[in-house]
């Protein structure tokens, strides 16, 4: 098989780290998530949970730009702020981890770090607010009172943290090879329109 680097991107509430865990297994490669995270921080010597904590601020944009613009004042690498140093640990790791081999990759602008990349597929997997409200008490275990306001900081969050960072927009089909709407389909046949679309690919 030849290399397959598969990057998800999600809404909060759209199965998109489901769906990447499914298809993973599918082909029998690697997946990273949760795991992106704690190989980040045992390469840089950054803090997991402080890596975290900055991409939940962007959901504040203008707060995460200022903070994000201002660095040490001393010269090289290390005058860059601490939420440009993540970004580049996370740049850094996920360009290793694609050299490495096949791989799914959620989220952490894998689509943008990998671009160009020979083999790439990025997805992004949304749905509509009933949909993924309804996922993200059922399966996720949120609390029913308190999911609209998880749903709309995270995805607000993710949004300004990628716009920053990438100077592109978060969502925007053209920086996607599929786009599609989990609300309709089993999570067994989204894996199976994403595997039919990696062959499909191959073959051109």
């Known amino acids: 098989m030849k290399k397959q680097i598969i990057t998800i991107s999600r809404e909060f509430g759209s199965g998109g780290r489901l769906i990447g865990r499914r298809l993973a297994d599918d082909l029998g490669i690697p997946y990273y998530d949760k795991e992106l995270l704690s190989r980040i921080a045992e390469e840089s010597g950054f803090s997991r949970e402080m890596m975290e904590e900055a991409e939940m601020k962007a959901k504040n944009s203008f707060f995460y730009s200022l903070s994000s613009a201002f660095g040490t004042g001393d010269s090289g690498p290390d005058s860059l702020s601490l939420n440009e140093r993540f970004f580049l640990a996370q740049f850094d790791t996920i360009r ?109």
């Open 96 to 204: 290793k981890i694609a050299d490495e081999g096949s791989c799914v990759i959620v989220g952490r602008c894998a689509d943008y770090v990998l671009r160009g990349i020979q083999g790439a597929t990025n997805i992004f997997i949304y749905a509509e607010a009933e949909d993924k409200i309804k996922r993200a008490v059922e399966e996720y275990g949120v609390p029913e009172k308190d999911v609209k306001k998880i749903m709309n900081d995270t995805d607000k969050a993710r949004a300004n943290y990628y716009n920053y960072h990438t100077g592109r927009k978060w969502g925007d089909p053209v920086n996607y090879n599929l786009c599609i709407d989990s609300g309709y389909i089993s999570i067994e046949n989204i894996v199976k329109i994403i595997k039919d679309y990696l062959e499909l690919k191959l073959d051109r």
